[in-house]
């Protein structure tokens, strides 16, 4: 036997000395035979009963019983964390031990019981938690707002540490934000020169206050070796020194890819001529591949985290169908009237319950249920007031539907303004006016009865629902206020029988006792609204906002005797309009930081918002921007076709996007990126237009540039390259008539194929002739009259001929007549069908069908090869695109032919349509208006 099991008293002592509660209980726990609470607890050395309701907490009873349910049934141990109630009265954590004393037939005869108090750790893990979901939740709210845009945003602190970036740039490192965030460029994966180039950068803009641009490449965390563009901008504060560093990111690696690609087919047909001047070698130079995608621009919506934080809206975050309070700002706990201990964590309708007969609820259920936005103005809000008093307040108020980590509606972002003032002063004017004239009405039958019925003047006065006060003589004697103006003015029933400039000497130094003078002495009212006065109010100096009213009141004898004094106080709704107009004043400022040009339109196109990289682009002012036009600065070439993608945006709620010209400061036409985007109301309703504008005048220049070169290039490829097909042929036809010898044959076979590398070389400079030409809008169009299906058999027999070991089954109709460029459509014709063949080694079958279709004609060539990927079929008419793939790089070609053939389709009213399953072959329909 132990030293504690011979001496249990020693071992209970021990226990007590190291807990904080020492308790005993009786088997079943329901009668407490003592509890030492240190302090902690509220002890006991009497048995009692009923110690659970006094020390347990109540929200954690349930599952304290059922774990001392498990501990005697089981004969065990009990040990659980739970909350109690200490013995100051508040909410404490401890961790409750207990073991069964056991009798000799084993059953329990008592319980001996130890408690710690872990409040501080319990309440530290929670505060953690909570902090946790809370920032979690934040992230996901900001990056509602930044996951649409495929640039990457970012912020650096000014030690070069990240204290923002969007989903994209998380996705490119591959990295969470919790990986991410507080941490500089080597530490999120930068290469040392790379990390050493941007903090150099960095430390240049925070001298210097000036934005940098440049270019990089850098591995993409999916995507592989990526080249970015990118521009760093400073941020400052309100003294103009720089505070963080924000950034923008576009991936050019496909602009990168197409320049080299172009750069390459020059030097490639440069190298073909020279070889073919100089040695006759053969030309290979043909089989280059060159592909090309033109990438889209936008612009980021700058560092949205900060302009959240300065809205100037009450905002408010909810949850859950029980409508859980979860985040809220101090404005919007001002006005619901509650502090945040108040509201954070509780249902919206206990903290409000005025509101459950108004329809705040069921919208805000209705948006988690549907995710729809909804958009409310000039709503009246209804409040309860401690005394029974009904608080009227009127709101602009948005609810927009937010998502959990796996894209369920599961909450609403409130954000609402407080326009009661404005509204109230509206009611209020019209109130006053209707008003006064009732008590002017009153008081002239009070003046013209004052001497048979003074007390009934001084109760009407009283009980008038408006602030009114009485001052008597020039020396502006308070002989009436009632309760209301009193309350206005900060003072008791005292002042009354005082000279105003006694009863407020506060009011010394400013114009009101001049003014109830120049009132008293001319007999003209004064009205004002939003007059300002400094007056006293329970002992200190405070700035009140009035609309008021100083009457002068005649006597019988149609001299000034008295003023009568009209006020109401408004101070809560000029600050809070004060307090709006400077918000957005910060908000618009934010907005330049965003390197786009931004504006705002109503429907009817009245522009009610340019940022500042408009107003410099112009070179004005807004309000001569506005009135000068916004369609004045589009070339006029493209006002007919925004026109159009406007009221098509607006009829199917998606943005439009175009690259249009605009006339800057200086009269020149600039190319940019116009992004339009429609916003509704909740009735469906286009609200405003919403767009982003940016400069891409160095792109087109630069895309202008290489069109021109490979159009001077294929010039003067023309007359050479023809010349030396001239003699070549000139030779062959020479060595024909010579005896054959083995150096002849084999000089005549070389000839042959430069021949044939040449006849290549034609096509490809015809082709890009063509490119040129279609860029340029200069391909001319020899109209004709002629039967389609009648070509479409000459082309089909030609290739019958020179690839005899193909099958083409050709379905065609009889005379389809067709206004079109015969030599054209043929060109058209050819390149589809030597698709077909070049893309089909396998099957040697190629199906061509002429009919006319809906009064047009209809030509399909379907083949049975290597197909095209879903993914790939919208790009396959671009200009130099090519499909990548494993079997796709076997076949040769630039991805200029299809380019054409579309081009000259379009070009002839009609257009080409692909259906193709890969690995099954595919099938290109020309779609030509029948104009007999």
Excluded: C
């Amino acid at each position: 036997m132990s030293e504690i099991d011979s001496n249990p008293e020693r071992f209970r002592a021990l226990v007590s000395a190291i807990s904080d509660v020492v308790y005993r209980l009786s088997p079943d726990w329901e009668l407490m035979y003592e509890l030492d609470g240190k302090g902690f607890s509220r002890s006991t050395s009497s048995p009692i009963t009923g110690w659970k309701e006094r020390n347990i907490h109540p929200e954690d009873m349930e599952m304290v019983n059922s774990a001392i349910a498990k501990s005697i049934a089981e004969k065990t141990k009990f040990e659980l964390e739970h909350r109690v109630l200490r013995i100051d009265g508040a909410t404490g954590w401890t961790l409750s031990r207990a073991v069964p004393i056991l009798g000799e037939s084993g059953e329990i005869i008592e319980w001996f019981g130890a408690a710690a108090d872990i409040t501080n750790r319990k309440n530290t893990e929670l505060a953690l938690q909570a902090a946790k979901e809370s920032a979690e939740k934040h992230q996901r709210l900001y990056e509602t707002v930044t996951s649409n845009t495929p640039d990457l945003i970012y912020v650096f602190d000014l030690n070069y540490r990240f204290t923002y970036a969007n989903k994209a740039l998380l996705e490119m490192w591959g990295k969470s934000w919790g990986d991410s965030i507080g941490k500089t460029l080597l530490e999120n994966g930068y290469e040392p020169w790379h990390a050493r180039m941007h903090e150099q950068e960095l430390d240049l803009i925070i001298a210097n206050g000036q934005s940098i641009r440049g270019e990089v490449g850098f591995p993409h965390s999916t995507l592989g070796n990526r080249t970015y563009d990118y521009i760093l901008t400073p941020v400052f504060d309100a003294e103009g020194k720089v505070t963080a560093i924000s950034g923008t990111t576009r991936d050019v690696t496909e602009h990168r890819k197409s320049e080299s690609e172009k750069l390459r087919l020059s030097e490639a047909l440069e190298a073909l001529n020279s070889s073919a001047e100089a040695t006759n070698e053969e030309l290979n130079a043909t089989n280059e591949e060159l592909q090309i995608s033109r990438n889209l621009l936008n612009e980021a919506n700058g560092n949205l985290e900060q302009i959240l934080n300065m809205l100037p809206a009450s905002v408010v975050v909810i949850r859950g169908y029980d409508l859980i309070v979860e985040m809220i700002n101090d404005s919007n706990l001002n006005y619901w009237n509650r502090t945040r201990d108040e509201v954070l964590g509780k249902k919206f309708l206990d903290i409000l319950p005025d509101l459950a007969n108004q329809p705040f609820a069921g919208q805000l259920r209705r948006v988690m249920e549907t995710g729809e936005i909804i958009d409310v103005k000039e709503s009246p809000v209804l409040f309860t007031m401690p005394d029974g008093s009904i608080r009227e307040t009127f709101v602009d108020y948005t609810y927009q539907p937010l998502q959990d980590a796996f894209g369920n509606w599961n909450g609403v972002l409130v954000m609402s303004f407080e326009i009661t003032d404005k509204v109230k002063s509206r009611q209020l004017l019209e109130k006053y006016t209707k008003e006064l004239g009732i008590v002017n009405d009153s008081l002239s039958i009070a003046n013209n009865k004052l001497a048979k019925s003074e007390s009934r003047f001084k109760f009407f006065i009283e009980e008038a629902p408006v602030a009114i006060g009485v001052l008597q003589g020039r020396a502006l004697i308070v002989e009436t206020a009632n309760h209301k103006i009193l309350e206005v003015w900060g003072k008791t029933s005292k002042i009354i029988g005082l000279p105003l400039s006694v009863a407020l000497p506060e009011l010394e130094g400013q114009p009101f006792l001049d003014i109830l003078d120049n009132v008293f002495t001319t007999n003209t009212p004064f009205y004002a609204n939003e007059i300002s006065a400094i007056l006293e109010h329970d002992g200190e100096m405070k700035e009140i906002f009035f609309n008021v009213v100083y009457q002068p009141v005649a006597g019988l004898d149609g001299v000034v005797s008295d003023i009568l004094v009209v006020a109401a106080d408004i101070t809560e709704q000029v600050n809070a309009r004060r307090s709006i107009e400077e918000s957005e004043q910060h908000f618009r400022s934010l907005a330049d930081l965003v390197p786009a040009k931004i504006s705002n339109a109503l429907p009817n196109g009245k522009v009610t918002f340019f940022n500042q990289h408009w107003l410099d682009f112009a070179g004005m002012n807004f309000e001569d921007l506005r009135d000068f036009g916004y369609y004045q600065m589009i070339h006029p070439d493209e006002i007919d076709g925004l026109q159009k993608g406007l009221e098509n945006a607006a009829i199917n709620h998606v943005a439009h996007s175009s690259e249009m010209r605009f006339k800057n400061w200086n009269g020149e036409y600039i190319w940019h990126l116009n992004v339009a985007s429609p916003i509704y109301d909740e009735q469906g309703n286009l609200k405003m237009w919403v767009g982003s504008t940016t400069n891409i005048q160095e792109i087109k220049e630069e895309d202008q540039r290489k069109t021109d070169f490979v159009s001077m290039l294929s010039h003067e490829l023309k007359t050479p390259v023809t010349s030396i097909k001239g003699h070549v042929q000139l030779a062959l036809r020479l060595l024909s008539k010579e005896t054959l010898t083995p150096s002849i044959e084999k000089l005549q076979s070389s000839l042959t194929r430069i021949d044939n590398l040449i006849v290549q070389l034609t096509s490809l400079i015809g082709d890009m002739l063509d490119l040129s030409r279609l860029d340029a809008g200069r391909m001319d169009l020899r109209l004709e009259h002629f039967a389609i299906d009648i070509l479409v058999k000459e082309v089909v027999e030609d290739f019958r001929l020179s690839h005899q070991q193909y099958i083409f089954s050709l379905t065609a109709g009889n005379e389809i007549i067709i206004n079109a460029d015969r030599d054209r459509i043929s060109q058209v014709l050819i390149n589809l069908i030597s698709n077909a063949i070049k893309y089909s080694p396998e099957n040697k079958r190629v199906d061509i069908d002429v009919s006319l279709v809906n009064n047009q004609a209809q030509i399909a060539i379907r083949d049975y090869g290597i197909g095209i990927n879903k993914k790939d079929q919208d790009k396959i008419f671009e200009r130099f695109y090519r499909v990548d793939g494993r079997n796709e790089k076997f076949f040769s070609g630039f991805g200029i032919g299809l380019f054409l053939a579309h081009g000259i389709v379009t070009r002839h009213g009609g257009l080409i349509s692909l259906e193709s399953e890969l690995g099954k072959g595919s099938t290109f329909v020309l779609h030509l208006p029948n104009n007999t």
